[in-house]
């Protein structure tokens, strides 16, 4: 990780005290102070403003999917991607001390959330409550302290709140994982001879046919590995497509600099948003 954002911090999320995105930030820098934001739009104004370090930004989950607001706010954002980090989703049944799993009745969390615990739901024959987010849940059936409701959340949020763990992962898929860019208002490149380094960058193609064929075609030809490819609408027009990419390698290394230079033939409006060191998790 980037030693720059160790030695200053705070580093900014969204989402409330107790927020997975919350717990990222500690896993991934566990000396440094958080700052909870309203949304990701105040998120990057925090780093912007110099208020906050830098941002963690969840751009996909392994269940989920991609988070679009990300997609669209982090190409104008004026922040850099300077590192990546994987978090594992780790749900946690939340309820006030001296509540059993028999005497609940209510389980409240985020839409997406209670998506991925439906077997607990099902067995428990529990009814979900959707939230705004999870840490928030926690908040709420800590402030109700009725032994009837019980949230769905992170381990950081119950000892945020002060709740009970009834249960521990209680996710239906094991593999459950959300990926963030590490965001900050300076780059942090590695050197050009740097193994196990990610490039990001978007760009739009000619609205003619094959456009897209040929500007990947380059990254064939010379062996580059596109690790993820997501297509966005702009303004509101169909054909005003833009597309985010990651891909592994360095653009000043002879095989990413010729694929980027033959990209630029069929692309336009093309911008690097970042460079930066790979996860460990990708060599798991």
């Known amino acids: 990780m980037p030693d720059v954002i160790a030695e200053r911090g705070p580093i900014a999320f969204q989402g409330r005290p107790g927020a997975y ?7 991934a820098f ?8 309203d949304t990701f739009e105040a998120a ?10 830098a941002a963690m930004l969840p751009c996909e989950n392994s269940l989920a999917g991609r988070v679009p607001d990300i997609h669209h706010l982090l190409p104008d954002s004026q922040l850099f991607i ?10 946690c049944l939340l309820a006030p001390h001296g509540a059993t799993l028999r005497g ?3 389980v409240h969390s985020h839409a997406v959330a209670l ?43 119950a000892d945020i709140y002060g709740l009970a763990i009834l249960r521990h992962n209680v996710e239906d898929a094991a593999h459950n994982t959300t990926r963030f860019y590490i965001t900050a208002r300076t780059p942090h490149t590695p050197p050009p001879d740097a193994a196990d380094v990610m490039t990001t960058f978007v760009f739009r193609v000619r609205n003619v046919p094959a456009a897209l ?29 833009q597309f985010l990419c990651d891909v592994e390698g360095h653009p000043e290394q002879p095989a990413l600099a010729r694929a980027l230079e033959e990209m630029a033939f069929f692309s336009r409006e093309s ?3 970042g460079v930066y060191r790979a996860a460990n998790f990708r060599r798991r």
């Open 21 to 27: 995105s919350d717990l990222a930030c500690r896993t």
């Open 30 to 37: 566990p000396e440094v102070a958080t700052l909870p934001c």
């Open 44 to 53: 990057i104004e925090a780093v912007r403003a110099g208020t906050a370090e």
């Open 82 to 91: 300077v590192g990546e980090h994987f978090q594992r989703v780790e749900h």
């Open 104 to 106: 609940l009745k209510r």
């Open 115 to 157: 998506g991925q615990v439906r077997q607990l739901l099902r067995e428990a024959g529990l009814r979900a409550v959707v939230e705004a987010d999870t840490a928030g849940s926690a908040q709420l059936v800590a402030e109700w302290n009725n032994p009837e409701d019980a949230a769905i959340a992170s381990a950081l949020a």
């Open 213 to 241: 064929y040929k500007v990947l075609g380059g990254f064939a030809t010379n062996g580059v590995n596109i690790t993820k490819l997501e297509s966005y609408m702009l303004g509101g027009e169909f054909t005003a497509t």
């Open 271 to 273: 911008r690097i948003l």
